[in-house]
């Protein structure tokens, strides 16, 4: 009896709370399942969002390039259109200043002995200086500064007699460089207000000219009595370059120096 109690298989015992804990790790695998989905996802959308980003960047890049290209374009043309127009306008003044010169030596192949008689009145400055518009010029204005060639004669007052003219040198015209000294006082201030076209006279006081002291030639001969009070007609042709009027004012200078 004992043993065939003995003998009996026992039955395995209930494995207790297996169903629940079951139930509780695919609650955990489905949990982590989302997560894991959640954090592609929002990897995915944020490399979305990246790319987008750049995407952005890159057209906004290329379109300030184009704009910036088109801008460049549009200021060369505008740069060219200047230079052109500027060029024309040079062009145009250079042949009007020929115009005038070829007239000028036409008309006085050398220049006139004495002063021609001028019937207006002169306006007189406060320094001395006088000066008559002889002929009206309708180009641009001589200002304080600028660089103007002209054709002149100068006399002696008291005498009535040439010393000095442009004429006499084949008609070449001279750039006067104004505000720099370079000239008598007279003219630095005689010539300004001048309209290219201008015939001006003035009549220079010697504190505006050449002052107590005699001008000679390269012979030693007097041509300017110190305090002579002097006259010019001085004709604007055009507007002359830096160069040129350094290298006159240097040659006269280096004139007077041998003087």
Do not use: C
Not at 153 to 167: A, I, L, N
């Amino acid at each position: 009896m004992t043993q065939t109690i003995k003998n009996q298989k026992n039955p395995p015992p209930e494995r207790g709370g297996r169903p629940g804990q079951r139930k509780q790790e695919r609650l955990e695998r489905q949990t982590r399942r989302q997560r894991r989905f959640r954090l592609i996802l929002s990897g995915v959308v944020a490399a979305i969002i990246l790319i987008a980003a750049l995407t952005y960047v890159l057209i906004a890049a290329r379109q300030s390039e184009d704009h910036a290209l088109q801008d460049n374009v549009n200021a060369t043309a505008t740069a060219n259109e200047v230079v052109i127009q500027a060029t024309q306008t040079s062009v145009a003044a250079a042949a009007q200043a020929t115009a005038t010169v070829q007239q000028l030596i036409k008309e006085n192949p050398t220049g006139p002995a004495t002063p021609p008689a001028v019937s207006i009145t002169p306006t007189k400055l406060a320094d001395g200086l006088q000066y008559i518009v002889v002929k009206p010029g309708n180009g641009a204005t001589v200002s304080s500064t600028s660089i103007v060639s002209v054709e002149y004669t100068g006399w002696v007052q008291s005498t009535g007699k040439k010393f000095d003219s442009s004429y006499d040198h084949g008609g070449s015209t001279f750039p006067v460089s104004l505000g720099l000294s370079q000239v008598i006082k007279g003219w630095d201030e005689g010539l300004v207000g001048m309209k290219i076209g201008e015939t001006r006279r003035l009549i220079i006081p010697p504190t505006l000219g050449y002052g107590a002291n005699d001008e000679k030639d390269q012979s030693g001969k007097i041509v300017i009595p110190k305090n002579s009070t002097l006259i010019f007609d001085v004709t604007a042709v055009g507007f002359g370059d830096a160069a040129a009027a350094t290298a006159t004012a240097a040659a006269s200078a280096a004139s007077g120096a041998q003087n």
